[in-house]
């Protein structure tokens, strides 16, 4: 049975793979500071569950959360656009010092330690990125503006973490999730917001024109794609986009979609842009698919209605 540690576990991401793998008898370590504690909002109980509340930026905490642990997840973060260019400070701090700290804690515990995942983001592509594969060119824009800081400290990641595997032989993977939504979501994500707008029939915003395309990934599939890293002794020292190609859309015709299949009385309103945005991302998972036999299987349609039903019952 392992033994996994997941920072920033009581987040979005971090409680559904809780779940996940409480259900498949892995004893799981949940350490988090619990600003956004899904964790105890969800109710989720069980004699193999431990939750931890810490900082990511304490080393000893971090050195003391890792004893017994033989997989490590580091998902903790600071993430989202708003709190980014609120705090650009923080997200420097806690994205790169916390990720120097939980690979220093995992290769203090030596060879205990048979997996580091971590975590960072299509960010890394920059503004347009149609087919980003894994060794594609990473973009960020210029130092003056707040919403890169987040891109910069993920990327800062990434190579930190292939040097603890180049050097240390840590067993890194490193993840690079695409616009991951579904239940539970909190924060700053665009479904959730819209289909919470679309559900009460209150006017959805979009920022800028609407034309700026993403894809998008269900949180099942991603949690899939995301436990095939952890299994899979080929995944060790390599990157992997997880993400849904196939579910393809604008802003605009996501907001459409959303009223649209819930059925709903909003309409659909322009505002200013807040920063600047990201105008093209759609990830090449063929690395993913090769390698961890991994393929996204929730259409679109189908993930709003999901999310519909959890926020209907809330």
């Known amino acids: 049975m392992k033994n996994i540690l997941i920072t920033g576990g009581a987040g979005f991401i971090g409680t559904a793979l809780t779940e996940v793998l409480l259900g498949r008898g892995f004893n799981v370590r949940v350490f988090d500071n ?28 971090v050195l003391e959360v890792m004893d017994g642990i033989d997989t490590v997840v580091h998902c903790a973060a600071i993430a989202g ?45 920059g503004r347009t990125a149609w087919g980003a594969e894994e060794t594609s060119n990473a973009v960020t824009g210029s130092a003056g503006e707040a ?15 292939q040097a603890y595997w180049t050097e240390h032989r840590l067993p890194v993977v490193t993840v690079r ?8 979501q909190v924060g700053e994500g665009a479904i959730q917001i819209f289909v919470r707008k679309a559900l009460k029939g209150e006017d959805i ?22 436990s095939l890293t952890l299994e899979n002794p080929d995944a060790i020292g390599e990157s992997f986009n997880i993400g849904n190609a196939r579910a393809v859309v604008t802003i605009y015709g996501l907001a459409e979609a959303v ?10 309103r322009f505002e200013p842009a807040r920063s600047v945005d990201v105008e093209l991302r759609v990830p090449r998972v063929d690395k993913a698919r090769r390698i961890l036999g ?10 709003i209605q999901r999310t519909a039903e959890y926020y209907r019952n809330l």
């Not at 650009?88 to 205990?112: E, S, W």
């Not at 999730?177 to 539970?184: H, T, V």
């Not at 991994?294 to 993930?303: I, K, N, R, S």
């Open 34 to 61: 619990m600003r956004r504690d899904l964790i105890t909002k969800k109710r989720i109980q069980h004699e193999n569950l431990e939750v931890v509340k810490g900082d990511i930026l304490d080393l000893s905490a």
């Open 81 to 125: 656009i708003d709190t980014v260019i609120q705090s650009p400070t923080t997200t420097m701090r806690v994205n790169l010092v916390g990720t120097a700290n939980a690979l220093q804690a995992a290769q203090a515990a030596g060879k205990n330690i048979q997996r580091f995942v971590n975590f960072s983001t299509s960010e890394v592509f």
């Open 147 to 161: 919403r890169w800081t987040y891109a910069v400290s993920k990327l800062a990641g990434e190579h930190l973490s």
């Open 177 to 184: 999730p695409f616009n991951i939504y579904g239940p539970g």
């Open 205 to 226: 915003s979009i920022y800028g024109d609407g034309s700026q395309i993403r894809a998008w990934c269900y949180i099942d599939d991603f949690i899939r794609g995301l």
């Open 259 to 268: 009223i649209r299949v819930l059925g709903s009385s909003s309409k659909i």
């Open 294 to 303: 991994f393929e996204a299987q929730v259409d679109l349609e189908t993930g």
